[in-house]
T-cell receptor
């Protein structure tokens, strides 16, 4: 069964303190791995899609990487506005479009 | 492009009542998804459409839930005889399937509270 596990569940950083969020996944065949940001009371906001091991994508202070078993979301010199819940999801191959989500990592960046 | 919209944003109902939610996808997106999210958890897949056809339903979706996408544009999700356990955020997402790419864009959600 396809499964996604994110760690840590919660992370507190000081402004400027870089760190990484982990997403471990088990899927029979990977079509894509997705990262989303979610602010309280809002829908998830798309950040990145990764398709194959070794792929990397960057956006501002965020960088996502992918291996055959896990993905990392690296946050460099975070700012308070980066505070949010970060969700990881996988989409499997085959005749399905559904995303399987992890439980998320809630990031708090203190000034 | 105004993004995915959902209506209503909040719904409070009494147990046993029926509720209906609407989702308007990004124009020209051919796939539309429904998810449910409870506090502290990631979204959980419910069902999805490609154009008018409902292609997949979650095993967790009880018979009280029904979804339609009559003209391949907007979609409705109806919950009959609501229960307190139905309280959650209901999220809609849409995508344009093109080869390997199927990036889903989410709406703001409908928060359902069942008293």
């Amino acid at each position: 069964e396809d499964q996604v596990t994110q760690s840590p569940e919660a992370l507190r950083l000081q402004e400027g303190e870089s760190s990484s969020l982990n997403c471990s996944y088990t899927v029979s065949g990977l079509r894509g791995l997705f990262w989303y940001r979610q602010d309280p009371g809002k829908g998830p906001e798309f950040l990145f899609t990764l398709y194959s091991a070794g792929e990397e994508k960057e956006k501002e202070r965020l960088k996502a990487t992918l291996t055959k078993k896990e993905s990392f979301l690296h946050i460099t010199a975070p700012k308070p506005e980066d505070s949010a819940t970060y969700l990881c999801a996988v989409q499997g191959t085959g005749n399905t479009g559904k995303l399987i989500f992890g439980q998320g990592t809630t990031l708090q960046v203190k000034p | 492009d105004t993004g995915v919209s959902q209506d209503p944003r909040h719904k409070i109902t009494k147990r046993g009542q029926n509720v209906t939610f609407r989702c308007d996808p990004i124009s020209e997106h051919n796939r539309l998804y429904w998810y449910r999210q409870t506090l502290g958890q990631g979204p959980e897949f419910l069902t999805y459409f490609q154009n008018e056809a409902q292609l997949e339903k979650s095993r967790l979706l009880s018979d009280r839930f029904s979804a339609e996408r009559p003209k391949g544009s907007f979609s409705t999700l109806e919950i009959q005889r609501t229960e307190q356990g139905d309280s959650a955020m209901y999220l809609c997402a849409s995508s344009l399937i093109a080869g390997v790419t199927d990036t889903q864009y989410f709406g703001p959600g409908t928060r359902l509270t069942v008293l």
